[in-house]
């Protein structure tokens, strides 16, 4: 069994040392990588795993938002050149792990049956305190769990959507950021085989804010390309346009007092494999205090929406339900009333019916009394003589 990763990346030098080290541990057999013009070292990085003979790097410096058609490329030639069983095509910051953390990739995959053909892999946001620097893996120990109303008061959309697993396959189409193959799933593993992937898309201002300036700028060189003004990408590259980026970062990373608030309501909970497992290439660098102080204007003012839009979100939720509890009560009103007109319509016509029931039996009645006369007299007649 050959299970291959697909790679493209640019400016991952924090992070993508470590994920591909924890992925050749899970038994990943080779990469396929693609360098989108990287300037912080993450080319020499990929460079040293290329001369150790686990991965083959490739370049593609333009920025035009061709992710789909890359990454296809590398996906089929996974199977044309290197017969690939399975392949899973991640970014830099995915690790991907077995539910059942005594278990390996290969492990699973060995057993993963090929009929599937394809499968979504749910991914896992990992939050923590913000931080200027660093790769996150021993600082991003929280799994994001809260619910979409509260990610939206922190400037996000949704959580991560699922990653697309599959099989080895000639002129496969990846697409939606490698959320959507063009194979069909015929299936998808049970808890013993499920996987998992860990995600870190937040792990530094300096990666994030660098990550948002260059998509934000490729959607902008790509005419072709028409996200959605509410595209999460978008929607981040406004901000930093705008100079008010950071406060968001700060903000969508909870505080110590909303982490313990919520490891008690389930909206985090403690996820410490990465951290336990994977040593990080970088240090973490927390914000200096004269930063903090320039955002902490504008992250108070997000605090404060948030209680109004909680507030307003309260009432409109009660409005709602007295509105649907109203339109309940008039349904069930018309239903009630429609019944008892149709039963007052079955009984009248049930009365129709029972009066020509005895009409006719009155009539079958009479009949037999003519027979039985009839039938006496002839009976009289015939023993008479």
């Given amino acids: 069994m050959t299970l291959l990763m697909t790679l493209m990346v640019r400016d991952e030098a924090d992070i993508v040392g470590a994920m591909l080290d924890h992925h050749i541990d899970q038994g990943v057999d080779f990469f396929i990588v693609t360098d989108n013009g990287s300037v912080d070292g993450t080319t020499d990085i990929l460079r040293d795993y290329e001369s150790r003979g686990v991965l083959e790097l490739r370049h593609d410096p333009e920025h035009h938002k061709q992710q789909s058609r890359v990454v296809s490329k590398m996906a089929s030639d996974a199977y044309t050149v290197y017969n690939a069983d399975w392949v899973l095509n991640a970014d830099a910051d995915e690790f991907f792990v077995p539910v059942d953390r005594s278990r390996s990739l290969r492990d699973v995959f060995r057993e993963m049956p090929r009929s599937f053909g394809a499968f979504q892999v749910p991914v896992v946001n990992l939050t923590g305190p913000p931080a200027s620097t660093g790769s996150g893996l021993q600082r991003l120990v929280y799994r994001d769990n809260r619910p979409i109303q509260a990610l939206e008061l922190v400037?996000?959309?949704a959580h991560a959507s699922p990653d697309a697993v599959h099989v080895g396959k000639k002129d496969v189409i990846v697409a939606q950021g490698n959320h959507e193959v063009n194979i069909a799933s015929a299936g998808s593993p049970g808890p013993e085989l499920a996987i998992e992937v860990l995600h870190l898309p937040w792990r530094s201002w300096t990666q994030f804010s660098n990550k948002v300036a260059v998509s934000g700028r490729a959607y902008e060189s790509s005419p072709d390309a028409t996200p959605s003004p509410n595209h999460h990408g978008m929607r981040d590259y406004a901000r930093f346009k705008a100079n008010t980026l950071l406060p968001f970062y700060i903000r969508r990373h909870p505080s110590s007092e909303e982490i313990e608030e919520g490891l008690a309501d389930g909206?985090?909970?403690l996820e410490e494999?990465?951290?336990?497992?994977?040593?990080?290439?970088?240090?973490?660098?927390?914000?200096?205090s004269h930063t903090l102080d320039s955002a902490r204007p504008v992250v108070d003012a997000l605090e404060d929406l948030q209680h109004?839009?909680?507030?307003l979100l309260s009432e409109a939720e009660r409005s709602t339900r007295l509105a649907a509890e109203e339109a309940f009560a008039q349904e069930l009103h018309e239903a009630t009333t429609l019944r008892d007109t149709r039963i007052a319509e079955l009984e009248t016509s049930l009365d129709r019916t029972l009066e020509h029931v005895a009409h006719v039996e009155a009539e079958l009645t009479s009949v037999r009394n003519s027979i039985e006369i009839r039938m006496g007299s002839r009976l009289r007649r015939l023993l008479r003589r």
């Avoid at 494999?273 to 200096?288: I, N, W």
Wanted: overall charge positive.
């Fill in 155 to 157: 400037g996000l959309r």
């Fill in 267 to 269: 909206s985090f909970a």
């Fill in 273 to 288: 494999f990465l951290s336990h497992s994977r040593p990080s290439p970088v240090g973490d660098q927390a914000f200096d």
């Fill in 308 to 311: 109004v839009y909680l507030r």
